[in-house]
């Protein structure tokens, strides 16, 4: 399949999980933002990538979230200061609601419907800091382009931090059952796929639906820190947690493996 086809299926499969997503939040989100204060970054987990964040100063800063999903993340991390923000997302149905939520917050907050590998040329050299979080780069079955489009984004000495889920949970996401031990269906670290979830994308409410074929890759963290590395970028820190950014792990294996991590870098 061309890639042009897999992003196409991919924005098509997202656009339907997007009424899932939406169910499962039951308007929270739209209520939460009325409140200046509230902010979707503030679960246990959430106190590792705080602690980075404070060491940034964003007054006056101009800061970005690729992808961006709902929008969620970017105008929580507006509220700590900056003063314009641009979100980008494949999904139409998800920078809808993103426009709607930047509405009620009140953000100076911009949302681009985009493959996030054709961001135009406008943003080049743009932003000061730019935020990659759970499940994003399994989606880019070229880590290398995915990065160079960062890269290009980023002014000089612009920072990034990345908080995504480790390499070593996706071994399990082809149904893989620690009680069953059903080492058949662990998903290769070697093989880059890609792999599909044929029901359906709605990891927040877990509903299983006739999903839209959509396709991801498994990366190895090896690849994760070349392809930062060989776009100019220059990692600061790096640290692997026993957390699920999805959830709780089974109670056989919680607090055994890596299942996220946080990457703190900067362009030089």
Not at 95 to 112: D, R, S, T
Not at 206 to 227: G, K
């Amino acid at each position: 399949m061309k890639d042009k086809d897999l992003f196409e299926s991919n924005r098509a499969a997202w656009n339907q999980a997007a009424v899932y997503h939406q169910r499962a939040f039951n308007h929270s989100l739209h209520i939460g933002f009325r409140d200046p204060e509230f902010t979707t970054l503030k679960k246990q987990r959430d106190s590792v990538v705080n602690e980075q964040l404070k060491k940034i100063d964003f007054s006056g800063k101009t800061i970005s979230h690729i992808p961006c999903n709902n929008g969620r993340e970017l105008l929580s991390l507006m509220r700590l200061g900056a003063k314009e923000g641009v979100g980008f997302d494949i999904s139409d149905a998800a920078i809808l609601e993103a426009e709607e939520l930047a509405g009620i917050a009140k953000a100076n907050v911009k949302f681009v419907r985009t493959n996030a590998l054709e961001i135009d040329e406008t943003y080049n050299a743009y932003f000061d800091f730019i935020y990659i979080s759970q499940g994003s780069l399994q989606w880019f079955p070229d880590l290398n382009a995915y990065f160079s489009v960062i890269s290009r984004l980023l002014k000089k000495d612009g920072r990034i931090i990345i908080f995504e889920i480790h390499p070593f949970k996706y071994f399990f996401e082809n149904g893989f059952n620690f009680r069953e031990q059903n080492f058949n269906k662990l998903t290769s670290y070697f093989e880059a796929g890609p792999n599909h979830y044929p029901k359906g994308l709605d990891y927040f409410g877990n509903v299983e639906y006739e999903a839209e074929e959509c396709f991801w890759f498994m990366h190895q963290m090896s690849d994760v820190i070349t392809a930062i590395l060989h776009n100019g970028i220059e990692i600061e820190s790096f640290e692997e947690y026993p957390f699920d950014l999805d959830g709780s792990p089974d109670p056989m294996v919680e607090g055994k493996f890596p299942f996220s991590y946080l990457i703190a870098a900067k362009k030089n």
